[in-house]
T-cell receptor, first 114, second 113 residues
Framework: DVKVTQSSRYLVKRTGEKVFLECVQD?????MFWYRQDPGLGLRLIYF???????EKGDIPEGYSVSREKKERFSLILESASTNQTSMYLC?????????????FGQGTRLTVV | DQQVKQNSPSLSVQEGRISILNCDYT??????FLWYKKYPAEGPTFLIS?????DKNEDGRFTVFLNKSAKHLSLHIVPSQPGDSAVYFC????????????FGKGTKLSVKP
């Protein structure tokens, strides 16, 4: 059974803290993505990576950075957490392009910044 | 500018009846479309997909219809069950984009017993 695992289901952090969200996939997928989901706004892409050590900005990268040191792991970093970063964070991965390319999602991390 | 639009934020349906969720897109270059289902506090799960060369794909109670000329797709759930209550996201993708999907904002479906 394919799996994308996010390190935490729920997190509460203080304003100004540096926050790390970890994501691991066991499907040997090349591509990994970080989204945030907010009511009424759907899924918005923060960053993605097509290969180890490669990263690309998505639609809303401000206030975030990422790290991909190993193929299976993609980390999202909030440099200095702010209350407007309170959200549900979703990690996803996809394999090589083969026509219809399905994204597999982790269970999500509900982050609250106080 | 939104490339994938789900104009109905919510939909309420009686158990046993048909649920129809709609999605419009603006980019004629999309090669395939997918529907995802999401329960609260969980990640989205893949439901069904359709290639742009087809106009219908069916999987059990779920059928997706694609009208390329209208740039419109819809997901039909028949019969609807209370367990189908969730947020449904429409997504579109292009070959060569490494699975970088464009998502709609979602429609919250409530199926009432």
């Amino acid at each position: 059974d394919v799996k994308v695992t996010q390190s935490s289901r729920y997190l509460v952090k203080r304003t100004g803290e540096k926050v790390f969200l970890e994501c691991v996939q066991d499907m040997d997928h090349e591509n990994m993505f970080w989204y945030r989901q907010d009511p009424g706004l759907g899924l918005r892409l923060i960053y993605f990576s097509y290969d180890v050590k490669m990263k690309e900005k998505g639609d809303i990268p401000e206030g975030y950075s990422v790290s991909r040191e190993k193929k299976e792991r993609f980390s999202l970093i909030l440099e200095s957490a702010s209350t407007n970063q309170t959200s549900m964070y979703l990690c996803a991965s996809t394999g090589r392009d083969r026509g219809v390319t399905e994204a597999f999602f982790g269970q999500g991390t509900r982050l609250t910044v106080v | 500018d939104q490339q994938v639009k789900q104009n109905s934020p919510s939909l309420s349906v009686q158990e046993g009846r048909i649920s129809i969720l709609n999605c419009d897109y603006t980019n004629s270059m999309f090669d395939y479309f997918l529907w995802y289902k999401k329960y609260p506090a969980e990640g989205p799960t893949f439901l069904i997909s359709i290639s742009s060369i087809k106009d219908k794909n069916e999987d059990g109670r779920f059928t997706v219809f694609l009208n390329k000329s209208a740039k419109h797709l819809s997901l039909h759930i028949v019969p609807s069950q209370p367990g189908d209550s969730a947020v449904y996201f429409c997504a579109a993708g292009r070959r060569g984009s490494q699975g970088n999907l464009i998502f709609g904002k979602g429609t919250k479906l409530s199926v009432k017993p």
